[in-house]
């Protein structure tokens, strides 16, 4: 045999034969089987409802309304991630999986390199596919091991995890949309209060209800009294002119100036100084308007309390499986045959290509 391998082309030797025969020792007899478990599921949530100025504000999570694929896009980036492997990795089943002893030691985790988590991350990367649909938000998951039972656990495991991110997410955007809301109705609470007790307050310390009414009571006992004060004048200058010894006479000039005084002192209290009801009218409107407002901020903030738990509704987000993780009845990897008759190819390629270079170069030196 050696003496026939003389006769053959050192490169043929070494870009066909060799390997070749490489790739039918490993494909054919060390290469470990490679079974793949499946499982498809899709993000659900309800269907998103005309945007609003609130839910425009309040829609900062990648789970807002019916946004299925950017929660397809977060769960993609969690099943490829560290997180995904520390959490299905938490009582050592993925190291215990690609690392046991009878595993050959080019397929085994830690045969050739370290066992870090970083070098389980890298190997891990290789046994776990995460792809979407074109057209359609159906994400699958596909996970190599070297046990059918290994396979389908780690797969449940991955699955669960992300049931387990979305109700998460889906739960802290609801949260988070209920929280804004309630503490803007809390506060509108308070102003609210504050300003009805600043109103009462005022009315207590003050003695009146309502200055405007009183104002127009004050008005129209003003207008009575001047009505009297004229008339007893007019009587009074009509004793003078025709009987200017009359008894009613002095009556008259002390009703006269007693309704005088009452004018003055009504006059005073509605237009007056510091204590007057216009001045108290000044005040009253103030606090009217400040209540007025919070009362009206209150209202708008509970109608907008209601549209957040209307938009928490539809952040809600779940995972529903369409198939659950399969158990693989036989190893789909690898492929042994086209393995090796794809180095044979790349061999006779290489073959082929470094034979014309070289048949060149002994031609252009010649």
Request: charged content about 25%; hydrophobic content about 45%.
């Amino acid at each position: 045999m050696f003496a026939r391998l003389k006769f053959i082309n050192p490169l043929f030797l070494l870009t066909v034969i060799l390997p070749t025969s490489l790739a039918a020792l490993y494909y054919g007899l060390l290469a470990e089987d490679i079974y793949i478990s499946e499982a498809r599921f899709v993000i659900n949530s309800p269907a998103q409802a005309p945007a609003s100025p609130l839910s425009a504000v309040l829609n900062q999570t990648g789970f807002g309304g019916g946004g299925g694929f950017e929660g397809n896009d977060t769960v993609s980036e969690y099943l490829l991630s560290r997180r995904a492997i520390e959490d299905v990795n938490e009582d050592g089943f993925i190291v215990e999986a690609y690392g046991a002893s009878d595993i050959f030691v080019l397929d085994r985790f830690g045969g050739l390199w370290g066992t870090t988590k970083e070098h389980l991350y890298n190997y891990f990367l290789g046994k776990v596919a995460v792809a979407q649909g074109a057209s359609s938000q159906v994400m699958t998951i596909r996970v190599s091991a070297f046990d059918p039972d290994d396979a389908q656990e780690i797969n449940s495991r991955l699955l669960k995890q992300s049931e387990q991110l979305v109700n998460n997410l889906s739960e802290r955007a609801r949260a988070d949309t209920l929280d804004v809301a309630r503490e803007e109705v809390e506060q509108a609470t308070a102003n609210a209060r504050d300003a009805a007790i600043e109103l009462a307050k005022f009315r207590e310390s003050e003695g009146v209800v309502d200055p405007e009414l009183q104002a127009q009571a004050g008005l129209q006992m003003l207008g009575k009294l001047q009505d009297e004060l004229i008339a007893a004048r007019t009587q009074l200058r009509q004793l003078r002119t025709y009987t200017p010894r009359a008894s009613q006479i002095p009556f008259l000039e002390t009703q006269i100036r007693a309704l005088q005084t009452e004018v003055e002192q009504t006059r005073r209290s509605l237009s007056g100084g510091r204590g007057s009801l216009s001045t108290a009218m000044v005040r009253f409107q103030e606090l009217s308007v400040t209540s007025e407002f919070a009362e009206q901020r209150l209202a708008v903030a509970l109608a907008s309390l209601q549209e957040a738990q209307a938009e928490a509704q539809r952040k809600r987000a779940y995972v529903e499986r369409i198939s659950d993780p399969s158990l693989p009845d036989y190893a789909e990897e690898p492929r042994r045959i086209r393995s090796i008759l794809a180095a044979l190819v790349m061999g006779l390629l290489a073959w082929g290509v470094l034979s014309m270079l070289l048949i060149g170069v002994r031609e252009h030196r010649d």
